[in-house]
């Protein structure tokens, strides 16, 4: 999954359910919150400080389109290593770069639901 930055611009400001958070994003430059939406270079981005680093060093995740959710978990999930991960490593892995407000119970499922899948097989 090979999109430009600009592609997928495109698909934030197509996805009907990102339109509050653009317009809240609109204007904001920085702001010293555990969490913040903005726009960086045309982006939807959330920015946030995790506990464990220092609190001048925050994190920038791109907000994933709903379009995108699913390939962005199976590659996460399915395809980094011929293990799968759980929930717990999934979601570190997905949210270094990307983040939307579902991704924790979406991931959840997605995990439940590959282990079920795995599991039968193996019967």
Known sequence: MNLS????IQLQQNDLSLV???DLAKGVKYLQSASHYSLHEGALVRTWCNKMQPSDTPIMQIFEPTSLHQKLISVAYDQISSDH????KTLDRLQRWFYWPAVNSEVKKYVR???ISVNRNRN
Do not use: E, T, Y
């Open 5 to 8: 930055r600009q592609q997928v």
């Open 20 to 22: 509050k958070l653009f």
């Open 85 to 88: 991960l759980g929930v717990r």
């Open 113 to 115: 639901s590959s282990d």
